[in-house]
């Protein structure tokens, strides 16, 4: 029998198969290749972004009652709750070792924040709060020039 064209597909094609076979079952028992696509505590830390979505949801009618000015030396947030504990965390994307965070107690309803301390470019501010077990959550970027 003579080799042809017909001949030539058909072995490609067991090739083709053989190669494919070869290579799911090295990368299946390969130890090196931890190919899970679940992470080890999936359901608590759905808990913690489903409460953190709820904090946000919770925060969306306080989002544009909570202002702020900013002038040459200061950063002034204001119109925020009333006698409630407040963290502010202040984030900056290109730069990590700046971001802080700041707890305030029972404030009348204003946080100033020292210009000085903020670079320029764009920070992301997350106000967060309690209130009878219900926690809100608030996030304001601003860019400094």
Known sequence: ????WGHGIILSFIL?????GYYAIRIQTSPEQEHSLVIKNYYADELKTEALLT???NGIPW????????DSNSLLFY???KNQAVSLNGYRASDATI????NYSNLVDTIKLDRKVLVDGKWKFILEWEVHSKKYRVEKEIHFN
């Open 16 to 20: 083709f198969i053989c190669f494919i």
């Open 63 to 70: 989002r544009d009652s909570i202002q702020f000015e900013q």
């Open 99 to 102: 971001d802080f965070k700041k």
């Open 79 to 81: 119109n925020l709750p």
């Open 1 to 4: 029998m003579k080799f042809h």
């Open 55 to 57: 904090a946000l949801k």
